[in-house]
Nanobody, 121 residues
C-alpha cells in the first residue's frame, strides 16, 4: 500500500498549538480522501477530521472550532492544525488516505505510523 509518514507530534501545555503533517510515498497515486484519527490508551480509535478531494471538511464535535484540516495535493500531504489544545486531546494521531494507484488502478487504504500528542494541564 501507499506509505504514509507522519510528523509534528510532541508535548505541549494546555492552550498551546501543534501542527501535524502526513505525506504519502512518491508512488503515483490518486487520493480521494484524507483524514486524521486518534486513539488514546485503552480507547477506541476515533475520527478527528476528514477532507475530501474537493476540499469539503468534517470534524468531530470535540475538536470543531479548534482544529483545522488542510491538504497540499501537489505534495500528497495532509495537515492538522491544532489550536487551544486540551488534555483530552492527548492521544496517538494517525493519518489516513484512500485512493488508487494511478497506473495500476489498485485501491489503497493506508495509515500512518502514528504520532504522539501529549497535552499537559
Amino acid at each position: 500500500q501507499v506509505q504514509l509518514v507522519e510528523s509534528g507530534g510532541g508535548l505541549v501545555q494546555a492552550g498551546g498549538s501543534l501542527t501535524l503533517s502526513c505525506a504519502a510515498s512518491v508512488s503515483p497515486v490518486s487520493i480521494s480522501a484524507m483524514g486524521w484519527y486518534r486513539q488514546a490508551p485503552g480507547k477506541q480509535r476515533e475520527l478527528v477530521a476528514t477532507i475530501s478531494s474537493s476540499g469539503n471538511t468534517n470534524y468531530a464535535d470535540s475538536v470543531k472550532g479548534r482544529f483545522t484540516i488542510s491538504r497540499d495535493n501537489a505534495k500528497n500531504t495532509v495537515y492538522l492544525q491544532m489550536n487551544n489544545l486540551k488534555p483530552e486531546d492527548t492521544a496517538v494521531y494517525y493519518c489516513n488516505m484512500k485512493g488508487v494507484y494511478s497506473r495500476a488502478y489498485i485501491p489503497f487504504d493506508s495509515w500512518g505510523q502514528g504520532t504522539q500528542v501529549t497535552v499537559s494541564s
